[in-house]
Each structure stands twice: as C-alpha cells, then as structure tokens.
C-alpha cells in the first residue's frame, strides 16, 4: 500500500503539479482541505503561490489554521513550498500587518538584489545546516519563482541558500517542519529526489 502524503488545498497553491510529482515519487497524493483528514495526516505539505496576505487570508477563511498548528505542534513530518514556506514565518513585507502562522521567528523580506525580480530560473543550492531531506543533493541545481524570502531570526534554521546578487534562503527545517522556497515539483531530478526523501522521511 502506497504512503498516503496529504497535500493541503487552501485555494491558493501548485496542486496538480505537486500532486503529480508526489505521484511520481511512489506516494499516494490526497488534495484535501477536509480539516478531518489534514488532522490525521501521516505527512503534510503545504503549498503556494500569490501573495502573502491572500495566503493568510485564505487560510483564515478555510478554517485550517487550528488544524494546520496542531499537525506543526505534534510532530507530523510537514513540509511548506514556496509561499507555504514564507507563511511560516511571523510576517512579512508584501502585506505589512498581516501575521503569519509564526511557527518560526522571523520575517519575509523583499529581495534586494540588482539582479532581475522575480527571482525566476535555475539556481545552484548551497548546503548550511543539516536537514533530513537535503542530504546528497549539494550543488543541486533547483527552480525559484519569487519576489521575497525568508530571514529566520535563528540562523541555525537556515538548511541551503543560492546566489542571486545576494544570498536567498532557500530552505529552512527545525525537527518534523522543513520548507523550500523553491518549487520541487519544478525541479527535475532534484526536485523529485528531495520529494522522495519526504516520502520516505521518519520523524
């Protein structure tokens, strides 16, 4: 029987691709925003794609925030993609004012760099702190589609980050919670191999 990997439908988020990457890997995608079936998740992943306050804003509005806070808490192998990795954090400069979840100290900055925004492309991943999902993939190449990232106040969250001009986080992860501002599922063979990791990842 194929893991079941619950794949967190708020309206806003790279679904199909997600899913079908998830399929990809040997797991079995469940697109759900049933708060019955995210609370009984073996293993979660939040995705997304738009701005900051939407995110929130449709979070709030869906009623997953309790649910998605219990699964964060309990220790369920959870991973957060792109706009679900920035809404980790406590806020962010997109939409001033509106909190995030909070679940890490921290802001989402806009990027500063002279070079093109969006960041949109390939970029080669650098490794920082250890995560369990990051393992063999130093100098991966990985895909990025954003205008803001991540400034943990704790350092030690950060697991990768790329050059563009400056330094980007790519990645952060603490225990059962790890998150790419990348797109995985965009991202080839290092995309899937990172998604296979999680598949296969025991907390």
């Not at 399929?23 to 009984?40: F, Q, W, Y």
């Not at 806070?69 to 990795?85: A, S, V």
């Not at 790519?170 to 999680?198: C, D, I, M, T, Y």
Request: negative net charge.
């Amino acid at each position: 029987m194929k893991e079941e990997i619950v794949i967190i439908d708020y309206g806003m988020g790279n679904l199909y691709s997600v899913s079908k990457a998830v399929a990809a890997v040997g797991a079995e995608p469940v697109v759900t925003s049933d708060k019955e079936v995210i609370a009984r998740a073996n293993k979660l992943i939040l995705p997304g794609v738009g701005a900051f306050g939407d995110c929130m804003a449709n979070l709030e509005k869906s009623g997953l925030i309790p649910v998605i806070r219990e699964q964060l808490d309990k220790g369920t192998p959870f991973l957060g993609i792109c706009l679900g990795m920035q809404v980790l954090f406590e806020g962010s400069e997109e939409d001033p004012g509106v909190a995030g979840l909070g679940y890490f100290k921290g802001q989402v900055r806009k990027l500063t760099t002279k070079e093109k925004i969006p960041h949109m492309g390939w970029n080669k991943l650098e490794l920082r702190c250890a995560s369990p999902l990051l393992a063999g993939v130093e100098d991966g190449y990985v895909y990025f589609v954003h205008s803001f990232h991540c400034e943990p106040l704790d350092k030690a969250l950060i697991t990768a980050v790329c050059d563009y001009g400056q330094e980007v986080t790519a990645a952060v992860g603490r225990g059962n919670v790890q998150a790419f501002q990348f797109h995985p599922e965009k991202s080839s063979r290092v995309g899937l191999a990172l998604l296979k990791a999680f598949k296969e990842w025991q907390v």
